[in-house]
């Protein structure tokens, strides 16, 4: 059986070719074997990823499952090891263990010990760090100062005294910032790791092998991962950025009866309109839009992006419904009435649809526009995929 598994794992890689995503949009892939990059630019890439490597286990349900969101803003979701002194340690998808210190940590949360309580909607403090403390079936706010992580809790100093609140205790745990986020700056090396099941890095690319994607996290921090825990690798010098690290400056949605409330879906960022992660073509896309039709989000830009590229579908999760909907995609640049680009008619069920390389040079409005194909909203959860804007 052993040896069974490990001539699978032969197979797979020798299997696994690297997908490689030029500037000008154009793709190509080559095997994994024999791949050794210290920087994307080497490769010729803006973004890398791996095709025919087996994923990650799904990690058993944990009651320890944690949503970390980063100074940074970045999100990262995996299991909570514990920690000690300044420093929190969690397990990401594929086991890649990763500490991180309190100054690069916004907020914790922990979904599966707050489902025992009443759940609130979490907030910062004013001013100082903030825990929301499980008291059997209610949470308490406490504000203070956190002391120190360790293995069995959080060391917190409050009108409580200092105490430490088992892990099992906490909902989430805001920190307060020591001063404003600094952004790194920008390199021919500074990549963002797409990470497999949620969540991304941003870090210096210290090298890439077909085994492993080494980075260098500052602080003396650093961290290997394993190809099947990465969804992508993107280059993280100011020449790309995904649209959805934007916030739209005006978004029209729903279904709006004149003289009646109508209904509204909210779009969502990075996750489909349900909330749940993006699933298009039967696979995981981390980085996309949802939305449900009729939509229109429009993004301020600064005229400096040149082109655009990306992929339209109906989310997956309407396979599960009895219609799976059917929707028109349209962008529009600027103040011009005809479409930069229009899908015709999307189905659920269907592949994702590819964007032809769009022309952005100027472009300070960018609208993305989703109609109904038939009269009937049923089911109309489109995604916008991975749309990546490139200088």
Same mark, same amino acid.
């Given at each position: ?29 080559? $095997? ?5 990059? =210290? ?11 791996? /095709? ?8 058993? %349900? ?94 917190? @100093? ?27 700056? %920008?390199? $021919? ?14 870090? @210096?690319?210290?090298?890439?092998? =077909? ?20 969804? /992508? ?14 916030? %739209? ?10 003289? /009646? ?14 909330? /749940? %992660? ?59 009435? @005809? ?12 592949? $994702?649809?590819?964007? $032809? ?35």
């Amino acid at each position: 059986m052993a040896f069974a598994a490990f001539a699978l794992a032969l197979v797979q890689e020798s299997a696994a070719r690297l997908w490689i995503e030029a500037r000008d949009g154009a793709s190509s892939s080559r $095997p994994l074997a024999g791949v050794e990059a =210290a920087s994307l630019s080497e490769l010729g890439a803006v973004a890398l990823r791996v /095709e025919g490597l087996a994923p990650p286990p799904e990690p058993p %349900p944990s009651p320890n499952a944690v949503e970390v969101r980063l100074a940074s803003g970045d999100p990262l979701r995996g299991t909570l090891i514990g920690g000690e002194g300044d420093r929190v340690e969690i397990e990401l998808a594929g086991g890649t263990r990763l500490g991180l210190d309190v100054d690069r940590l916004a907020r914790l949360e922990f979904p599966a010990h707050a489902a025992a309580s009443a759940r609130q909607a979490y907030e910062p403090a004013p001013s100082g760090d903030r825990l929301y403390w499980i008291r059997g079936t209610s949470q308490d706010r406490v504000d203070g100062t956190l002391e120190s992580f360790r293995a069995d809790g959080v060391a917190f @100093e409050s009108k409580l005294g200092s105490r430490v609140f088992p892990w099992s205790e906490v909902a989430a745990l805001f920190v307060e910032a020591l001063g404003p986020a600094k952004a790194p700056e %920008p390199g $021919p090396r500074r990549v963002c790791v797409e990470i497999a099941g949620g969540g991304r890095l941003r870090a @210096e690319l210290k090298k890439l092998d =077909a085994n492993t994607v080494a980075l260098d996290l500052g602080q003396g921090q650093s961290a290997s991962l394993a190809w099947n825990s990465i969804a /992508e690798l993107v280059v993280d010098d100011g020449s790309v950025r995904f649209l959805s690290d934007l916030a %739209p400056a005006r978004a029209v949605e729903g279904w709006l009866e004149e003289g /009646e409330p109508g209904m509204r879906w909210p779009f969502q960022l990075d996750r489909a309109q349900t909330g /749940e %992660p993006l699933r298009a073509g039967g696979r995981s896309w981390s980085r996309g839009i949802g939305v449900h039709a009729p939509s229109r989000l429009e993004f301020e830009l600064d005229g400096s992006w040149k082109s655009l590229r990306g992929s339209v579908a109906i989310d997956d999760s309407v396979r599960l419904l009895p219609y799976r909907g059917s929707v028109v995609f349209s962008l529009f640049a600027g103040e011009r009435a @005809e479409p930069l680009w229009t899908s015709g008619r999307v189905q659920g069920g269907e592949a $994702p649809l590819a964007l $032809p390389a769009l022309d952005l040079t100027g472009v300070r409005r960018l609208a993305l526009v989703v109609d109904m194909d038939e009269r009937s909203f049923i089911a109309d959860r489109a995604d916008w995929l991975r749309m990546l804007l490139v200088r």
